[in-house]
C-alpha cells in the first residue's frame, strides 16, 4: 500500500485501514454522520459507532443533532405534495360513489 493512499484514508476520516478500526471521530465527521443519521442514512454499523460517539460527545453534539432534526422538518414542509395522478383520483373517486350508492340504499330501505 501507497503511504499516500494511508494519508488520503486519513484525510477523510475513513475508519477502517487494513482492517484496523479507528477508534475517534472527530467532532467534523461527527457533524456529517449527524446529518445522516437524521434522514436514517446510516448503516447498521454506522449507527452503533455513532450512538456510542454521541454518548460521548455530550451537549455540544445532542445541541448539533437537534439542529439537524429541525433543519430536516423545515425541509420537509416546505415541498409541495405530489400530484395526485388520474388512476388514484379515479379509484377514489369510484369508491365514493359506490358508498353513496350503498348508503342511499340502505336509507331507501328503511335503514339507518
Known amino acids: 500500500?501507497?503511504?499516500?493512499?494511508?494519508?488520503?484514508?486519513?484525510?477523510?476520516?475513513?475508519?477502517?485501514?487494513?482492517?484496523?478500526?479507528?477508534?475517534?471521530?472527530?467532532f467534523e465527521e461527527f457533524q456529517n454522520q449527524s446529518r445522516l443519521y437524521v434522514i436514517g442514512a446510516l448503516e447498521p454499523e454506522e449507527l452503533e459507532e455513532f450512538e456510542r460517539e454521541r454518548k460521548k460527545s455530550g451537549k455540544k453534539a445532542e445541541d448539533f443533532i437537534s439542529q439537524c432534526y429541525l433543519l430536516h422538518d423545515a425541509f420537509a414542509?416546505?415541498?409541495?405534495?405530489?400530484?395526485?395522478?388520474?388512476?388514484?383520483?379515479?379509484?377514489?373517486?369510484?369508491?365514493?360513489?359506490k358508498r353513496k350508492q350503498v348508503t342511499h340504499a340502505r336509507n331507501a330501505a328503511g335503514f339507518l
Do not use: C
Open 1 to 26: 500500500m501507497q503511504s499516500g493512499t494511508v494519508e488520503i484514508r486519513l484525510e477523510f476520516g475513513l475508519k477502517t485501514l487494513d482492517g484496523l478500526r479507528e477508534v475517534k471521530m472527530d
Open 77 to 97: 414542509l416546505s415541498l409541495r405534495p405530489a400530484k395526485a395522478s388520474a388512476a388514484i383520483k379515479e379509484r377514489l373517486t369510484s369508491m365514493v360513489r
